[in-house]
């Protein structure tokens, strides 16, 4: 480990949800460890870029839930040596509304297709050039249920949970270390207006986003080389499973 633990010298590295709270902490903080990132979102590009503090050649708009945009996004960018997908959406609706199946199906589609297309994609290519990381992102919600979120989000983020230990158990074999992190509530756009109530938790507050990106980032550096099917609970002592 003679680069140290946390060095991401030399890595080139995928972040989606770049323009999001913990998407652009993990920039901030790979790119301060040596690495080379590339930033996709929903937004565009030159939002990306003023967010977390990139060129706008390095940011791009890619909605990771299209199989076909994320396959040929990756075929035609290059070397990539690790990934922190954190792109995802928690709806604030109704499910007993009427329409809501279209919100069950969007979300479903963003945070476990969005997974799953961008493992597909990057996983042969990882194996090829004899190994890489990728770090998704659970949450406390697919242990617990969730504290404010919907049934959608909190099966979602339970079905990437047992994804991740899917996946890992296939890519470990091929030099590929698949993890995730579950975080509890952290301040960002996602949680903003949403009713958390901070004094009740432990540490009576919620999380800060580069809280999150610090073990999103370490688990794509030497540090972290016998990780591999883990989700690392980042929540406060909040929730113990
Ligand atoms: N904030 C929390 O309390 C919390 C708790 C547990 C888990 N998480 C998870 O952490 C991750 C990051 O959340 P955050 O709090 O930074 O949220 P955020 O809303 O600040 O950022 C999410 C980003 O994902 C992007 N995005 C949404 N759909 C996309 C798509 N289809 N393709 C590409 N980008 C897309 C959004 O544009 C946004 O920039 C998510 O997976 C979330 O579920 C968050």
Request: hydrophobic fraction near 50%; aromatic fraction near 6%; proline fraction near 5%.
């Amino acid at each position: 480990m003679a680069a140290g633990a946390f060095s991401l010298q030399g890595r080139r590295v995928l972040v989606t949800g770049a323009a999001g709270g913990i998407g652009r902490a993990t920039v901030r903080l790979a790119v301060e460890q040596g690495a080379q990132v590339i930033a996709v979102d929903l937004a565009a590009a030159g939002e990306i870029a003023a967010r977390c503090g990139l060129a706008e050649a390095d940011c791009q708009r890619l909605d990771t839930s299209d199989r076909a945009a994320v396959e040929g996004f990756v075929a035609g960018a290059g070397r990539i040596d690790g990934l922190v997908d954190t792109a995802a959406i928690c709806p604030a609706d109704d499910w007993m509304a009427p329409d809501w199946d279209e919100a069950l199906q969007r979300v479903l589609a963003v945070n476990v297709g969005g997974p799953i297309n961008l493992a597909r994609a990057l996983l042969p290519a990882m194996a090829a050039q004899g190994g890489g990381r990728m770090v998704f992102c659970g949450s406390i919600a697919g242990w617990m249920g969730g504290i404010v979120s919907g049934p959608h989000y909190a099966f979602s983020k339970g079905g990437l949970h047992a994804f991740i230990r899917w996946l890992a158990r296939r890519a470990a074999p091929q030099g590929v270390l698949v993890n995730a992190v579950a975080p509890g509530p952290v301040e960002t756009a996602m949680t903003e207006g949403r009713g958390y109530r901070p004094e009740n938790y432990p540490l009576g507050r919620m999380a800060q986003p580069e809280e999150i990106a610090a073990t999103a980032v370490f688990l794509l550096g030497p540090g972290a080389g016998y990780a591999a099917g883990a989700v690392f609970d980042i929540n406060g002592a909040t929730h113990f499973r």
